[in-house]
Structure formats: structure tokens, C-alpha cells
T-cell receptor, first 113, second 115 residues
Framework: DTGVSQDPRHKITKRGQNVTFRCDPISEHNRLYWYRQTLGQGPEFLTYFQNEAQLEKSRLLSDRFSAERPKGSFSTLEIQRTEQGDSAMYLC???????????FGSGTRLTVV | AQTVTQSQPEMSVQEAETVTLSCTYDTSESNYYLFWYKQPPSRQMILVIRQEAYKQQNATENRFSVNFQKAAKSFSLKISDSQLGDTAMYFCAQVSGAGSYQLTFGKGTKLSVIP
């Protein structure tokens, strides 16, 4: 297992376009998390899955954001009608059932122009 | 609500010297975990060290150790024999041991190791 993989690494999009990011967690981890990190800040929690169930969503996750984990394996994060304020690093992490150890992916850096 | 505060935006240390990064947190939970993560420039976040709140003994990982003061809600990171590869952003984070599993991060401390 090579860790948590995220694709793409970088995405530049025009304002108003839709974008989708993918995260492949560590295979034996049933918990998957999405975070957003803006420049000079710590990551902020967006949403959390246990297996295929989305159990928690932050207020940061507006109705333009949707996340799925259809088979409890990989996850996608879609942003519709992107805005310049969506420009950030989107981080995915996974953890074991005990939830006491988290492995992060390299992130997807989104730039909205 | 959980909060994590890192009061040192930037720090520097001479190679081979020791540096301590500060972190305070606030939580109403009795069972929780504390972490220090390292994020090198343009690279992924890596776990440095983890502390379980119910353990009184301070965690140690090679050159990295913590000073966990539960009553004061303080969780500082000491890096001994600093190396150039330690240059990175360091984030303190907390997670409740029950219910919500979201990590709450501080704003980070940018550490520069000077040759």
C-alpha cells in the first residue's frame, strides 16, 4: 500500500466551472476525511466518511460542494460553480477504525481564475 | 468546541540545537488525542508524534518529544539536534476520542533550521 493518493495534484479552472477531485485511502482504513487548507493556515475540516456513509459535514461545505464514497473505498469531492474563494489545497486523509492515527495525501491544489 | 492555538507563527534554530514549539488547546472532552504534524514546503503532511490524553508519560519519537501538561492544556514539541530537513510548517492538532473524529488544527509554526 502506497498511502493516500489524490488526483489531480494541481487543477486550474475558470470561475463558474465544476471540478472533481479523487482520493484513494489506505485500503484497510474505513474512515476518510476531506480538509481544506488556505495559504498560511492550518487545515479545516470539511467532511468525514465511515465506510460509505457520510457522517459529518462542516458548515464550510456549502451546497456547491458534494462528496461521495460510493463503495466505501475511494472518494470524490465535487465543487460546482467554482468561485475564486474556493482556491485552496484540498487534503484527503484516512484512518483506522480507532480513529487515532491519520494519514494524509499530498493534496489537490485548486486555483480558480 | 475544540480550539488549538499556536502562538509562534515563525521560529528559527541553528542546526544541531534544540527548539521548542508551543501549543495550547481547549476541550471539554476527557478522552482525546493530540498530534504534531510536519508539512515540508510543497509536500504532504506527516505525523511527527502522537499523545493520548489518558497517558501521563510524555511521548517520544527519536529526536522529537512532547511536554504534555494536561491541567494547563499545553502540548509543546521539542526537537533536539535540529537538522536541515526539519525545516517545515509544524501543526498541532487535536481529536476527540469519541463521537466526532475530525482533527482540529492550529494555524501552524514555520520552523527554519539555519546551517
Amino acid at each position: 500500500d502506497t498511502g493516500v493518493s489524490q488526483d489531480p495534484r494541481h487543477k486550474i479552472t475558470k470561475r463558474g466551472q465544476n471540478v472533481t477531485f479523487r482520493c484513494d485511502p489506505i485500503s484497510e482504513h474505513n474512515r476518510l476525511y476531506w480538509y481544506r487548507q488556505t495559504l498560511g493556515q492550518g487545515p479545516e475540516f470539511l467532511t468525514y466518511f465511515q465506510n460509505e456513509a457520510q457522517l459529518e459535514k462542516s458548515r464550510l461545505l456549502s451546497d456547491r460542494f458534494s462528496a461521495e464514497r460510493p463503495k466505501g473505498s475511494f472518494s470524490t469531492l465535487e465543487i460546482q460553480r467554482t468561485e475564486q474563494g474556493d482556491s485552496a489545497m484540498y487534503l484527503c486523509a484516512s484512518s483506522s477504525p480507532t480513529g487515532d492515527g491519520y494519514t494524509f495525501g499530498s493534496g489537490t491544489r485548486l486555483t480558480v481564475v | 468546541a475544540q480550539t488549538v492555538t499556536q502562538s509562534q507563527p515563525e521560529m528559527s534554530v541553528q542546526e544541531a540545537e534544540t527548539v521548542t514549539l508551543s501549543c495550547t488547546y481547549d476541550t471539554s472532552e476527557s478522552n482525546y488525542y493530540l498530534f504534531w504534524y510536519k508539512q515540508p514546503p510543497s509536500r504532504q503532511m506527516i505525523l511527527v508524534i502522537r499523545q493520548e490524553a489518558y497517558k501521563q508519560q510524555n511521548a517520544t519519537e527519536n529526536r522529537f518529544s512532547v511536554n504534555f501538561q494536561k491541567a494547563a492544556k499545553s502540548f509543546s514539541l521539542k526537537i533536539s539536534d535540529s537538522q536541515l530537513g526539519d525545516t517545515a510548517m509544524y501543526f498541532c492538532a487535536q481529536v476527540s476520542g469519541a463521537g466526532s473524529y475530525q482533527l482540529t488544527f492550529g494555524k501552524g509554526t514555520k520552523l527554519s533550521v539555519i546551517p
